[in-house]
């Protein structure tokens, strides 16, 4: 199964795109630190250097003089943890409401789906904010806030599958051998409910590393990490006069988030049997 969606995948010239180009930031995230392992918090060099106006500061300096490019690297960790950390935390409590729901059905399902709308009634970045603020602003806050708002369309994906699900034959089988209702839902239910949950964990992580940038930019971020939020937010007061350090890690959210959603249309080709047959 696996070879046969990598197949579908390097087939897709828009997954195949974004696929580089994670494989380009992850390589930053990871390797930047040994080419650039300075404090990016620290004063590196003379104030509001352009980009090409001296090696040291490759991609320039803001206006306290600390390196954009060492900033940069932090901001890749950052919003790739956040990212990956908030995602699975979302498709960790939509697959346990959904997959609940739609198997046992009744006032279960009903009880559920009600907590569910009750988080869909409220804007996920305005509940972002509140968790955030209400708690200590963190990484590990701004992990628990992000995943704790975007669960509710991955339960209502898995609901729907699981709804289908429990009525095939396979199912029946399983039920007449004597398998109990957690193992039926971990090996036989969940399995065959994974792919549209892949595809759209894909699309939360671009999701979450916006709400992450914005949250810093806002100045809800972690006050002991840069990340690149963070710098458009101490730039943005001279971004007419040296619009280079909104304008760099702005090019660098878009292209992470392009990534990802490439990625993810990637996915949902390659999972999506109905797209095959065409």
């Known amino acids: ?10 087939q897709n010239r828009a997954a195949i795109a974004g696929l580089l180009l994670l494989v380009a930031v992850i390589l930053i995230a990871v390797l930047g630190s040994f080419y650039l392992p300075g404090d990016p918090w620290e004063m590196a060099n003379a104030p509001m250097l352009w980009p090409g106006d001296d090696p040291d500061s490759p991609l320039g300096t803001d206006i306290m003089g600390r390196d954009i490019a060492t900033g940069m690297v932090s901001g890749a960790k950052v919003s790739l943890l956040v990212g990956f950390a908030s995602a699975f935390i979302s498709a960790l409590v939509g ?26 009634t409220v804007p996920q970045f305005v509940l972002a904010v509140v968790l955030v603020a209400v708690f ?68 939360n992580i671009a999701t979450a590393i916006l709400t992450e940038a914005s949250l810093s930019f806002l100045g809800l971020g972690d006050p002991n990490v840069m990340s690149w939020g963070t710098i458009i937010g101490n730039g943005r007061e001279q971004v ?37 047959k065409r």
Request: proline share 6%.
């Open 240 to 276: 007419v006069d040296a619009w280079y350090i909104c304008g760099i890690p702005g090019i660098a959210i878009l292209v992470v988030v392009l990534a990802f959603n490439l990625l993810g249309e990637g996915l949902n080709d390659a999972l999506n049997p109905q797209l095959h």
């Open 95 to 120: 697959i346990t409401f959904g997959a609940l729901g739609g198997f046992y059905r009744g006032w279960v399902d009903a009880f559920l789906m009600r907590i569910t709308e009750l988080f869909q």
């Open 136 to 203: 200590k602003p963190s990484v590990v806050t701004a992990v628990f806030a992000i995943g704790i708002v975007s669960w509710p369309p991955t339960a209502r994906l898995v609901r729907s599958a699981f709804l289908v699900l429990r009525e095939r034959e396979f199912v029946l089988a399983a039920r007449t051998l004597g398998m109990s209702d957690p193992r039926l839902i971990l090996t036989q239910l969940l399995p065959n409910a994974l792919p549209p949950v892949i595809v759209i964990s894909a699309l």
């Open 1 to 10: 199964m696996y070879r046969i969606i990598l197949e579908h995948i390097l």
